[in-house]
Structures are given as structure tokens and as C-alpha cells.
């Protein structure tokens, strides 16, 4: 039951910053450059932590995964904003320019809020589909470098 009301609400959290975006915002290419930028970072951060997951062979958790996209957040934020003072800066001779002049801020709250928002969406999603918690890695069943030695037959002499 919990996973049920776990891929609900991830799904509505995912789809919110859409619907809330889409009642507020009349020009649909603004629309879709601030849906790529909220939704582009949140699964930038993502894929990255699951390819360095997959690499090392560790097990992934939910809350990595809402960590993740938080980072991924941060970091489109940081090259977006730093890009663009960086050319305001040369452009035109001051930092605030470019973007919207003092709404740099209000810009980073909401991209990080309907970032979190996304990031708890995908993280609820990859709770609800995960079938059982993953195990630690080595000393398995399994055959490989980190199983353990097989079991050999008592010898009698």
C-alpha cells in the first residue's frame, strides 16, 4: 500500500511544476526553456549519481537519488548564473544586467523549489518501483571476485 501512495504522489510532484508553470506562463517557448532548464537538471544530477553508481557497483538509495538531483540543481544554477554574470559583465559593464537585473535571486529560489519538488517525484518513483532493498556487495551466492571460496565436501581418509 505504501508504494501505491508512494508512485502517486511521486507522480504528482513530478507533474506540478508543469501544471503550475503551464496556469502561470503564457509564451510556450519560455515555458519550455524554464521546463528544460527544472527538469534537465534534476535529471542531469540523477543520471550522473546512477553512472557512478553502476561504475563502483554500489546499491542506490532513494535519498541519493533526491540528493542527486538537488546537486544537479545546484550545479545548472551555478553555470547558468556565473555564465551569465560573467557575460553581463562583459557585455554591458555590470553583473545584474543580463538576467532580469535584482530578480536573480527570486530566479534561484524557485528553479531550487520545483527542483526539490522534481527530485522528491523521481526519488518516491524509484522507491515505489524498486522491488526489494538491495544487499550489500561481495561474500554472495554468486560467482565473482568478492563471493566467497566454495564450500568443498568433507574428505575422509
Known amino acids: 500500500m505504501t508504494r501505491?501512495?508512494?508512485m502517486i504522489a511521486?507522480?504528482?510532484?513530478?507533474?506540478?511544476?508543469a501544471w503550475w508553470l503551464a496556469a502561470a506562463i503564457a509564451d510556450f517557448r519560455f515555458l519550455g526553456q524554464t521546463l528544460l532548464?527544472?527538469?534537465?537538471?534534476?535529471?542531469?544530477?540523477?543520471?550522473?549519481?546512477?553512472?557512478r553508481a553502476n561504475r563502483s557497483g554500489q546499491p542506490s538509495f532513494p535519498i541519493e537519488i533526491f540528493k542527486a538531483g538537488m546537486y544537479g540543481v545546484l550545479?545548472?544554477?551555478?553555470?547558468?548564473?556565473?555564465g551569465g554574470s560573467l557575460y553581463s559583465l562583459a557585455r554591458y559593464g555590470s553583473f545584474?544586467?543580463?538576467?532580469?537585473g535584482n530578480l536573480?535571486?527570486?530566479?534561484?529560489?524557485f528553479w531550487g523549489i520545483l527542483g526539490a519538488f522534481v527530485s522528491a517525484g523521481i526519488a518516491l518513483l524509484f522507491y515505489a518501483w524498486r522491488g526489494r532493498p538491495a544487499g550489500q556487495a561481495g561474500?554472495?551466492?554468486?560467482?565473482?571476485?568478492?563471493?566467497?571460496?566454495?564450500?568443498?565436501?568433507?574428505q575422509s581418509n
Open 4 to 6: 501505491i501512495a508512494a
Open 10 to 17: 511521486g507522480l504528482v510532484l513530478i507533474g506540478c511544476p
Open 37 to 51: 532548464a527544472i527538469y534537465g537538471s534534476v535529471l542531469l544530477g540523477v543520471v550522473v549519481h546512477w553512472v
Open 75 to 82: 550545479a545548472a544554477c551555478i553555470v547558468f548564473f556565473g
Open 96 to 100: 545584474a544586467t543580463a538576467i532580469g
Open 104 to 109: 536573480w535571486g527570486m530566479l534561484v529560489i
Open 139 to 154: 561474500a554472495g551466492p554468486r560467482r565473482g571476485p568478492w563471493s566467497s571460496p566454495p564450500r568443498l565436501p568433507p
